[in-house]
């Protein structure tokens, strides 16, 4: 069942979602006064990815009641390397002010090391990001200019198994971006040519123990914007799934995915073997080479983090709504697999 998101409240007088769904643009209204779950659960980012095909640049600014956080990765095709970088605040409790919607207001970070804005404008976001001995030893910086914001968004309202815990969730995939990002003395151009951005605005009150499946790609397909969305594994799904196809402004609803990726003799994930990632409804057929393996993994009393956020190249079909097949040949994007207990 896909049930399409009425415009309305988010939240009900008691903190209960009012309803499940998805939707092409931010419908639901949401506060973070209207919560009415235990104010440590709450947890609100905007996380930022601008690719120029060959560099990824990932910007993330969290605030997650109990920790916030401020995350850098620069991720490298051509080089198969990365570096992530990551710096922690505790219990923000809703301190950094994280805008209620993503069409206005603005996201800060400050502390010792690292200083990061995310500004909305009417036609444009600005990124900016700085970050000390970024790699040990280099100074990090950066920023980006995003315009020409596509029509359709993949936007869910997800529920939990308990009363009062739900995800709000948007994508906003394949914006054009220009900018660049400076390690040291090292600089890597974003020419608006070829980069494009894809925003991930979350709000939500989440359970303890969660794991998730999820894949972007943006790029070009003769002259035009393509990308997508596909994600699955937490919350009930029941009502929809965050799968979605985008041809420059318009979306095209996917039903359900599945990675399936390769094991090892244990039982365990093969990060670095091929994947294959198909639906159930025949229109979605790819397979994933896997170049860079992002890997972190933290732990510190009962809160831990195992993330495997593969960069790589895809290949296959896929079908938009009106029967036409879109064939891609080695098109860089990622897919990853995550298990926190948070």
């Not at 070829?194 to 009150?205: I, Q, Y």
């Not at 596909?230 to 039903?255: P, Q």
Request: neutral net charge.
């Amino acid at each position: 069942m896909q049930n399409i998101l009425k415009r309305g409240r988010l939240l009900d007088e008691k903190g209960r979602l009012c309803e499940a769904g998805y939707a092409y643009d931010l419908v639901k209204d949401y506060s973070r006064a209207d919560i009415k779950a235990g104010k440590l659960r709450i947890k609100e980012w905007d996380y930022y990815l601008i690719t120029n095909g060959k560099q990824f640049v990932a910007l993330t600014i969290d605030d997650n009641s109990y920790m916030s956080l401020a995350s850098v990765s620069v991720i490298d095709l051509e080089k198969a390397d990365y570096i992530t970088k990551s710096t922690l605040g505790f219990l923000p409790l809703g301190k950094l002010g994280m805008p209620s919607s993503f069409k206005e207001g603005n996201t800060y970070f400050n502390s010792k090391n690292v200083r990061g804005s995310f500004l909305k404008f009417t036609d444009k976001r600005i990124l900016r990001f700085t970050y000390k001995k970024f790699d040990g030893k280099r100074d990090f910086s950066c920023e980006f200019t995003l315009t020409d914001e596509p029509r359709d968004k993949m936007v869910i309202a997800t529920p939990f198994n308990r009363e009062k815990y739900f995800y709000y969730n948007a994508k906003i995939n394949c914006m054009r971006a220009e900018g660049f990002a400076k390690i040291g003395d090292t600089v890597i151009d974003f020419d608006k040519s070829n980069s494009l951005a894809t925003l991930d605005w979350g709000r939500g009150v989440w359970t303890y123990n969660n794991e998730w499946y999820w894949g972007s790609l943006q790029c070009y397909i003769d002259d035009k914007r393509f990308g997508w969305n596909l994600g699955y594994g937490f919350g009930d799904t029941t009502n929809a799934s965050e799968n979605m196809l985008f041809l420059e402004n318009r979306a095209h609803k996917l039903d359900q995915i599945l990675f399936d990726i390769p094991k090892n003799a244990d039982g365990s994930y093969d990060y670095a073997k091929e994947w294959k990632i198909y639906d159930n409804e025949n229109r979605f057929q790819m397979t994933f080479k896997p170049i860079v393996d992002r890997y972190d993994y933290s732990s510190a009393v009962v809160i831990s983090s195992l993330q495997h956020q593969v960069f790589g190249l895809f290949s296959g079909t896929v079908v938009l709504d009106d029967g036409k097949v879109i064939t891609l040949t080695d098109k860089p994007g990622f897919a990853e697999h995550v298990k926190n207990k948070w």
